[in-house]
């Protein structure tokens, strides 16, 4: 398996522009999630799905768009990136929305807003 | 709602000497917690985790947190520290009854010296 998979790994955006940062997970896990974390803010949730075609609102959603069409794939789309969306943004997935299922994540990526 | 407070945003301590990260958390509702470890340049991984059961958990690579429903804490400890501990980490609580998305605090830099 190749867990949770996120691309590109760094990205810089010029201010208005927008783009996608993909995610994908290949364990068949119904919950995905997609987190930024900022220095000394810890991890705050933009959006998550609990299923393919069901997505749902985080603490931060303002400037951010998701979908999700199948089970592996979850991407973010900025609709035009601001320098507040400077930060590093992290998926994550598990099996299924209880607690006693572990939360796994992918490498990151970076991105920086010009 | 439930809440996460990690006390120190970062803790400097020496190789073989023991570390305690504090972490306390708020909730209305019985909780479950958990600690995950973020190495530099990577995602984050689940290190432990609460559910029920005995209070005091332990993970494979010698960390160990109790928790304390009373003081509402779940602080994790080392008795003795290496260099490869260097990272930062996140503690973090879901409440029952709820839709088990976990809240995470901002993250404690544990660096250790030689």
């Known amino acids: 398996n190749a867990g949770v998979t996120q691309t590109p790994k760094f990205q810089v955006l010029k201010t208005g522009q927008s783009m996608t940062l993909q995610c994908a997970q290949d364990?068949?896990?119904?919950?995905m999630s997609w987190y930024r974390q900022d220095p000394g803010m810890g991890l705050r949730l933009i959006h998550y799905?609990?299923?393919?075609?069901?997505?749902d609102q985080g603490e931060v959603p303002n400037g951010y768009n998701v979908s999700r069409s199948t089970t592996e794939d979850f991407p973010l789309r900025l609709l035009s990136a601001a320098p507040s969306q400077t930060s590093v943004y992290f998926c994550?997935?598990?099996?299924?929305?209880?607690?006693?299922?572990?939360?796994?994540f992918g490498p990151g990526t970076r991105l920086t807003v010009t | 709602a439930q809440s996460v407070t990690q006390l120190d945003s970062q803790v400097p301590v020496f190789e073989e000497a023991p570390v305690e990260l504090r972490c306390n958390y708020s909730?209305?509702?019985?909780?479950?917690l958990f600690w995950y470890v973020q190495y530099p340049n990577q995602g984050l991984q689940l290190l432990l985790k609460?559910?029920?059961?005995?209070?005091l958990v332990e993970s494979i690579n010698g960390f160990e947190a109790e928790f304390n429903k009373s003081q509402t804490s779940f602080h994790l400890r080392k008795p003795s520290v290496h260099i490869s501990d260097t990272a930062e980490y996140f503690c973090?609580?879901?409440?029952?009854?709820?839709?088990?998305?976990?809240?995470f605090g901002r993250g404690t830099s544990l660096i250790v010296h030689p």
């Open positions: 994550a997935s598990r099996l299924q929305l209880g607690p006693s299922y572990e939360q796994y």
């Open positions: 364990m068949n896990h119904e919950y």
């Open positions: 609460y559910l029920s059961g005995s209070t």
């Open positions: 973090a609580v879901s409440a029952s009854g709820g839709s088990y998305i976990p809240t």
């Open positions: 799905s609990v299923g393919a075609g069901i997505t």
């Open positions: 909730s209305s509702v019985s909780v479950y």
